[in-house]
């Protein structure tokens, strides 16, 4: 029993993280270029880069960056699951049981 508690915590932890990072990732790089948009000089860089970003999104998200963000996400995590299932997989089988 307390080693599926181990997978389950394991697994929760992995997927949150998953989820999490490529949203402050791309929104982190986001901010940067709308923060940058407002100095004098390089404004132009911050503007396309912000505007660029939105574009990507809103191809993943059928028009809407916010909702392209998530399925990013949502992909990352499902990946990051698999990792860990496929990690606890071989340590299963490398402890011989």
Partial sequence: MNMVI???????????LSFVVPIFAVG????TLC?????PGI?????IGASSI??????????????GIL????TF???GSLFDL???YVNQGSRGH
Avoid: H, K
């Fill in 71 to 74: 399925i990013i996400g949502g």
């Fill in 43 to 47: 404004a132009s860089v911050g503007q």
């Fill in 35 to 39: 923060t940058v948009s407002y100095v």
């Fill in 54 to 67: 939105v574009g990507f999104l809103s191809v993943f998200g059928s028009g809407y960056p916010i909702q």
């Fill in 77 to 79: 995590a499902v990946a």
């Fill in 86 to 88: 496929f990690n606890f």
């Fill in 6 to 16: 181990s997978l389950l915590r394991s697994l929760l932890f992995s997927t949150v």
């Fill in 28 to 31: 982190g790089v986001f901010a």
